[in-house]
């Protein structure tokens, strides 16, 4: 079933979760301004849902693209042709990404764990995915552990991890905080995952599991930027964009019991080890599709800076915003040439794993390398603006080409400037794990020995 976006926000409302902005409780929490465009952000995902969903035969119905098992490159393609247009159309998260990777890496290891060892982890798993599709739910996933001294294992600073710290004939209980979530308060699913790979010794922190609104001693903690402030002082178009920063919190587990059929890997190294191998490549690929949403948009909004400006006919800055685009084609077609490479990893397609990486690493360049040419294109005033506020006093001084009003030379100006002060670029560079991660990985998977060979009979070497 597919739901209205109407419908996920009055689902959302039923929900008593504990989520704090600046240290304190709030109570409706849907409709805080901090949250409100988050809320916005994830509803538009159901808008635009029907055309890009296909059909399940799990349930036996159409179903949102992005609780799907994908079985084919084609499945690839449709789902980051879905990103790349809800990247464009929001200019920021769509918060849903983290849980279409969790459920394609979850789908692969629990199948291979109970073939391994018997077990019934896999069976756990369709049954709630069942849920998910029939119910249209919005699902995020949490991997980000705090990590504390990264010279040290997980093993000597238990309390940076999230673990088990009691087993129940019912259930587990769950201690330890996610960080860097992107949008868990405003989801119906978050997917809990583990950070990275353990060692022997190191059982207790090897735990996948679903977290639900039911469950009891979950806290949101929400970031707090400069955007997330101006939402909070209000005005029309003052913070720049109406979706919202890239809103994030800290998910803190106060042990938390999870009942046993929403748990997918227990203390199974190996298990953890395949869902992390299998989530990155996943996210890593996506996010070059986003990226290159995102890009168009700030081209779109290079653009607009111009023709507000009165420079669209100049030719030098028309050209960078070519660039923009070239940038936003190729990370796509990183993505897309990923997916066409992919392979099936038991029942489950998922992209070639060093073009994935090497989205990642491209991506964030041609991200960076966009928003270099939008602040060249727009000029210093979006760093220097007067408010919205002070429109009424400001606004002759404002006003450039005669073809648009103050207002709307102000609007694209915070817009940009919301691009240039927000938390994307960040964002961009470790949504996923960063650029160095997904070269050490690229080290591990890239073949230099048949690249020497070519060399040699090139030169007779």
């Not at 909070?232 to 809103?247: I, L, M, S």
């Amino acid at each position: 079933m597919l739901l209205k976006p109407e419908e996920y926000i009055e689902r959302l409302g039923e929900y008593k979760r504990d989520i704090y902005v600046l240290g304190k409780k709030i109570e409706d929490f849907v409709n805080h301004p901090n949250i409100r465009p988050t809320v916005e952000a994830m509803a538009y995902t159901y808008s635009i849902a029907e055309k890009y969903a296909p059909h399940s035969e799990l349930v036996g119905e159409k179903v949102n693209r992005l609780n799907y098992v994908n079985q084919t490159f084609e499945d690839l393609i449709a789902r980051y042709d879905y990103q790349r247009e809800l990247s464009l159309k929001l200019a920021t998260c769509n918060y849903r990404c983290t849980g279409c990777d969790a459920i394609n890496a979850i789908y692969p290891a629990t199948k291979a764990l109970d073939e391994r060892e018997g077990t019934d982890y896999h069976r756990r798993f369709l049954e709630l995915l069942k849920e998910i599709q029939k119910k249209d739910y919005a699902c995020t996933a949490a991997l980000t552990d705090v990590k504390g001294d990264r010279g040290k294992r997980p093993s000597e600073q238990k309390d940076k991890y999230l673990r088990v710290v009691e087993k129940r004939e019912d259930g587990i209980v769950v201690r330890g905080a996610k960080i860097c979530q992107s949008g868990a308060f405003a989801a119906d699913v978050n997917f809990v995952l583990p950070t990275q790979t353990f060692r022997p010794g190191e059982e207790e922190f090897a735990v996948v599991f679903a977290a639900m609104p039911e469950d009891e001693g979950i806290k949101y903690i929400l970031q707090n930027t400069g955007i997330q402030a101006k939402q909070r002082e209000g005005g029309k178009f003052e913070a720049g964009n109406k979706y919202g920063d890239r809103t994030t919190c800290m998910v803190v587990f106060d042990d938390v019991f999870i009942p046993w059929e929403r748990v997918f890997v227990f203390e199974d190294l190996k298990a953890a080890r395949d869902v992390v191998s299998y989530f990155a490549p996943s996210h890593r690929c996506v996010g070059a599709a986003c990226k290159a949403g995102f890009i168009d948009s700030m081209a779109g909004a290079a653009s607009l800076m111009l023709k507000t400006s009165g420079l669209e006919n100049v030719s030098a800055l028309q050209q960078k915003v070519a660039e923009m685009v070239a940038v936003s084609e190729g990370a796509f077609a990183i993505s897309v040439g990923a997916a066409v490479k992919g392979a099936n990893h038991n029942g489950c397609w998922l992209p070639n794993f060093q073009m994935a990486n090497s989205g990642k690493v491209i991506g964030v360049e041609g991200f960076a390398k966009a928003l270099m040419n939008l602040i060249d294109i727009s000029g210093g005033i979006i760093g220097t603006s007067p408010s919205e506020f002070d429109l009424e006093m400001v606004g002759d001084f404002l006003r450039a080409s005669e073809k648009f009003t103050a207002e709307q030379r102000l609007k694209i100006v915070k817009f940009i400037e919301f691009w240039t002060t927000s938390s994307h670029l960040v964002g961009a560079f470790h949504g996923g794990g960063s650029p160095t991660a997904a070269l050490i990985t690229l080290r591990f998977l890239m073949d230099l020995s048949s690249r020497e060979e070519a060399v040699k009979n090139c030169i007779d070497f």
